[in-house]
């Protein structure tokens, strides 16, 4: 019975790796994003430059060699945000994905050293799921980075808000009072958004372009409303100084519900576990008394 599942086991490996082989090379009509990602020559200087680790080869060599982005479709808004490569989410997926496959199998060896033999299909049935599973960690990770990220990108935004509103109230030209508002903070939305407006401006775009970019490109609607109001501005020539101040004051309140909803889901969950010690407790204090009732206990 082993043998005959080691040869199907060996024999599915076989035809697994011919699919993937053909799969691979076989002509089809090729996504032109991936086209444009193999070629390019950002992608080529990342691929002949010294990557910093192991990791990051493996991530360079997965993209530019594997048909990854026909299987597994990579959070790009989120990795955009948190300026992560492709090639390393793909690198942390396929790691992840190993040490899933490999846990059940180091599991089943110990148990063997102690005497226990488990069935063949059992720890191969655990590192399948397992790897499946682990494979999905770094989907996780991405997500929840992205979501703090985007809290802390709305909670700088609404000060770059009111210093843009500052300096267009005090006689700045809209550009002017954008990059100046940019210039003033230290922290990464500061300047992530100067950035863009330092290459809209070398490119011959409107500042608002450039924030429009941004917020499609790390989905923030935020960003795209204070585009819009910049672009009136610019425009019309009007004073926009109530607008900002209100559109700033709209993303603190909304950051505050936020924040409080999540408080009061936090008090929930903690509230759970009270309830059930107190439940816990009176029942070991009637427990006594019932049992005297039904005549189980003198």
Do not use: C
Request: zero cysteines; charged letters at 20%; aromatic letters at 6%.
């Amino acid at each position: 019975m082993t043998t005959g599942i080691l040869a199907l086991l060996g024999g599915g490996l076989v035809g697994l790796g011919l699919a993937t082989a053909l799969f691979a090379v076989a002509p089809t009509h090729p996504d032109l994003r991936e086209f444009l990602t193999r070629v390019s020559t950002t992608n080529r200087r990342q691929a002949t430059a010294a990557p910093a680790n192991l990791k990051e080869q493996l991530g360079l060599w997965l993209v530019l060699h594997l048909p990854l982005t026909r299987l597994i479709t990579p959070p790009e808004t989120d990795l955009a945000l948190l300026r992560r490569p492709v090639h390393r989410f793909y690198a942390d997926k396929v790691l992840f994905g190993i040490a899933g496959l490999s846990f059940p199998a180091l599991a089943t060896a110990l148990l063997a050293l102690l005497g226990l033999h488990l069935p063949l299909a059992i720890p191969l049935g655990a590192a399948l799921i397992a790897g499946i599973g682990m494979s999905f960690l770094p989907d996780h990770s991405v997500r929840d980075d992205a979501r703090a990220a985007r809290a802390e990108f709305r909670h700088a935004l609404s000060a770059y808000v009111d210093l843009v509103a500052i300096a267009r109230h005090s006689g700045a030209q809209t550009r002017q009072a954008m990059e100046m508002a940019a210039r003033t903070g230290t922290n990464w939305v500061f300047e992530r958004i100067n950035e863009e407006l330092v290459n809209s401006r070398f490119a011959g775009r409107s500042p608002w372009e450039a924030l429009h970019s941004l917020a499609d490109e790390l989905a923030i609607t935020d960003l795209s409303e204070v585009a819009n109001i910049m672009r009136t501005s610019g425009e019309d020539s009007a004073s926009v100084y109530r607008t900002l101040r209100a559109r700033a004051a709209a993303i603190r309140d909304d950051l505050q519900s936020a924040e409080v909803a999540k408080a009061n889901a936090a008090n929930e969950r903690l509230m759970m576990p009270l309830g059930l010690l107190f439940i816990v407790f009176v029942l070991a204090l009637g427990a006594p008394v019932l049992l005297r009732v039904i005549g189980v206990a003198p």
